[in-house]
């Protein structure tokens, strides 16, 4: 692929705090974005998700913004708990070829 | 939603054997399946790509002789680790998309590989 992660950046939050976590991506063809959560010992669960088409895209707590222009991801998270603490991944697909991981993130909440 | 189950979620293997992890579709049809491969503290590599009844697709430096992959079924994909040693030693994630889930959203549980 051509965005493989190599460390594990971490970012360091209070409870209550909002998240923001960035991701840049490298295929200019890419098309389909999506955020992972991998708590330690399991599998990636998806978050939210969004297509080129959009610049933004809400779900519960989350919010996902995309900038096309400099291949640029978020992936905020509102009112951050504890059990928010995980890696985050962001990942990147282009016509439905497989997906590929961007560097993940780990988040850390503290109480 | 979709559910993706994967098995075994840990298992130590002696060097030489081989071992075999499932990865299976509950709730719909899967006619791609993807297998990565983690290290830790690192992001997910994918291995290869497996459609149903036809030869696995594998990445570029992935010994395909090494890590046997079975796509028989809609719903059962296997990925057999043949002739294990200690640097086979991952955590192994699969993935399956088909219909009526959306293309490559849903992982399984990972399977966590020793070999000793």
């Known amino acids: ?111 | 939603g979709a559910v993706v189950s994967q098995h075994p979620s840990r298992v130590i293997c002696k060097s030489g054997t081989s071992v075999k992890i499932e990865c299976r579709s509950l709730d719909f049809q899967a006619t791609t399946m993807f297998w990565y491969r983690q290290f830790p503290k690192q992001s997910l590599m994918l291995m290869a790509t497996s459609n149903e009844g036809s030869k696995a697709t594998y990445e570029q430096g992935v010994e395909k002789d090494k890590f046997l992959i079975n796509h028989a079924s809609l719903t059962l994909s296997t990925l057999t680790v043949t002739s294990a040693h200690p640097e086979d030693s991952s955590f192994y994630i699969c993935s399956a998309s088909g219909q009526p889930a959306n293309y490559g959203y849903t992982f399984g549980s990972g399977t966590r590989l020793t070999v000793v």
């Not at chain 1, 519960?60 to 603490?85: C, E, W, Y």
């Open chain 1, 1 to 111: 692929g051509e965005s493989v992660g190599l460390h594990l950046p971490t970012l360091s939050v209070q409870e209550g705090d909002n998240s923001i976590i960035n991701c840049a991506y490298s295929n200019s063809a890419s098309d389909y974005f999506i955020w992972y959560k991998q708590e330690s010992g399991k599998g990636p669960q998806f978050i939210i998700d969004i297509r080129s088409n959009m610049d933004k895209r809400q779900g519960q707590r989350v919010t996902v913004l995309l900038n096309k222009t400099v291949k640029h991801l978020s992936l905020q998270i509102a009112a951050t708990q504890p059990g928010d603490s995980a890696v985050y991944f962001c990942a990147e697909s282009s016509g439905y070829s497989t997906l590929t991981f961007g560097k993940g993130t780990m988040l850390l909440v503290s109480p």
